[in-house]
């Protein structure tokens, strides 16, 4: 059987390159069938109308939900899988303790025994995506050959996939190459491995998001921050938000959380009604490539083109624009249905849940009705505040960057860090709370610097160097945040509301880096004080407030004492300016 791609006739000037590697695919898996995607929407439908043919997508309540639809994952796949995913780097210490290491020979061997065969009967599908605007010189291309049509029907959401993508690969010729087969779904032979040096991807076994839509997770962050660290640029783990102020001046923040914090949430924010005159808009929620500019800013795009969201706790009154983004065309996986057949899941605050996530018939006995990772996919432009300026080549430049983890306790509501370098120290230290996002103990702090401890594709220690080098690069660096949303009294209560009134911390931040908003100085930077917080209208009281800008010394001294030992493990390649500005830290504790 030949690989010329069937479905794009006339054909594009085809990269030779992606023949030649879809024929070695084809040979090494023996597909029944090869179908190049050209991303048109009379091929989505086709597929979608076979998925529902073959029962591995339902269609929701049309009249409440039109054109969404539920996938139901396997029991044992439902997360990212942190400990079967491995950077393979010619040299051990260029992946770091930060990562699982296998010798490229080694895991090579190891996948392509896997692969052998492994697409009988199936068809094999050639997903050509770019990341990034189609016309911008700062997106990058791939190719993700599949096994799992509803992988295809998620990258074509997430990504500019198809046809143009496979005529910029053929004009460009650099592509990153992306190989994905669901295998037998079977944990122990699962696997996600990268070869940064080889711009590939192998990933076999799981047909979950962060391990299966290869231009996510695999590509736009642990490929691409390789290659942005020999570019001078950043693949960063930040979403990227619009803020325009009753003056009707835009700035745009960057931030940082962890999975499951919040990042969607703050990226479609809606502006508390005591705060008239702000409005958001949403650029991306996930993924940021920042890139130094040539008037000394850092600019910014998504590489995305959708959201793979975590569903559970979306309802109308914490956002109101997230609920409306995903009650059309949208792929829900892993939520419950309930009797007339609408998606159902925890938070939601109506409805009762008949089926579970699993398909049985609901029963608390069994725990939560919707999975706690089940996620939406849809397309950016559903959200009804979605910016133009996400198509923009240049991108957008980058007023503010946030860092920010879910600490019940210490992480004050927000604090600023002097200047880049030691905002480069702010970002190594964010620690979080672990969630549903990846297998494992839900709820344990770890360190996760910048987010990005799973998707970080070398050494942590080069990492926070490049850091220092980009900033070193700006004459009008972005001035860098901490904040925690997720401080808790010993009764375990919020004393913060987040979600719209988040915007009371961001204004502030913005006044900041205008220069034009108070602080004042303590020893791991500077913090509001309270009467520096548009607090108008908001029902807090001022012990709760007392207690969010608090800096407790003793406790501080603690977590610094314990990141210290915890930068130990990168040795000789901790970068002295990182160093120096812990030893300053640790100095202002006494
Ligand atoms: C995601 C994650 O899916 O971070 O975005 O796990
Ligand atoms: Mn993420």
Redesign the pocket.
Known sequence: MATAPNALLPLPKLSPEVTAWVESVRQLTQPAAVHWCEGSAAEIKQLTAQLETSGELIRLNEKEFPNCHLARSNPSDVARVEHLTFVCTSRKEDAGPNNNWMAPAEAHAKMRDLYQGCMKGRTLYVVPYCMGPLDSPLSRYGVEITDSAYVVLNMATMTRMGRPALDLIARTGTFVKGLHSIGELDPNRRFIMHFPEELQIQSFGSGYG?NALLGK?CHALRIASYQARTEGWLAE?MLIVGLQNPKGETHYVAAAFP?ACG?TNLAMLIPPESMPGWKVFTVGD??AWLHPGPDGRLWAINPESGYFGVVPGTNPDTNRNAYNMIRHDTLFTNVAVTADNQPWWEGLKSGTPVTDWQGRPYDPKNGPAAHPNSRFTVSARNNPDYSPHSEDAKGVPISAIIFGGRRRTLAPLVYQARDWEHGVLVGASVASETTA?ATGQVGVVRRDPMAMQPFCGYNFADYWQHWLNVGAKLSKPPQIFHVNWFRRDEAGRFLWPGFGDNLRVLAWMLDRATGAAHAHETAIGSLPLPEDLNLAGLDISPADITELLRVDTDAWRHEIAEFHKYLGQYGARLPAALKSQLARVEQALG
């Open positions: 962060g997770k783990h999975s990042k996930d993924i996002a």
